[in-house]
């Protein structure tokens, strides 16, 4: 499948993707707007809003990948069909972390609200770049 090849259920596939990204994206904004904000859950989200989004953009393109959480893996294999997804490698280094990193005990202290912000924007931006080079 690739733009012009995509079907009727390859392109709901690929709404189901984004849907989930913005769904996590909502979840991250409210984890921080909650009266005890809960940064490490909202940073999390941040980083699979990013990853639904690029697999959504892989799915589009008929694109195999395999089961990860690393952003930097899932970017790489956007670049063959995009040499713009270079730009979101400094995003997918920054986000890719937040999959695990503050997710068990003894992991690192609480991101800021400052760094969970700033992976909210950067989340935001993943998903807007992805939906610009889609249909």
């Known amino acids: 499948m690739n733009g012009s090849d995509v079907n009727d259920d390859e392109l ?3 709404q189901q993707w984004l849907a989930k990204s913005r769904q996590d994206l909502q ?3 409210v984890l921080i707007e ?4 809960l940064f490490a859950i909202s940073v999390y989200h941040c980083q699979q ?3 639904k989004a ?3 953009y892989l799915t589009y393109q008929g694109a195999m990948f395999q089961k990860t959480h690393n952003l930097i893996v899932l970017v790489n294999l956007c670049i063959p069909f995009d040499a713009d997804f270079h730009s979101l490698q400094l995003i997918a280094a920054t986000l890719t972390p937040y999959g695990s990193e503050f997710r068990y005990p003894g992991d690192l202290s609480e991101p800021s609200r400052s760094d969970t912000e700033q992976a909210i924007d950067m989340a935001v931006s993943v998903l807007d770049f992805v939906i ?3 249909p």
Not at 34 to 37: D, I
């Open 12 to 14: 709901h596939e690929v």
């Open 27 to 29: 979840a991250a904004h």
């Open 34 to 37: 909650n009266s005890e904000p």
């Open 49 to 51: 809003s990013a990853e």
């Open 54 to 56: 690029l697999k959504g």
């Open 132 to 134: 610009q080079r889609l």
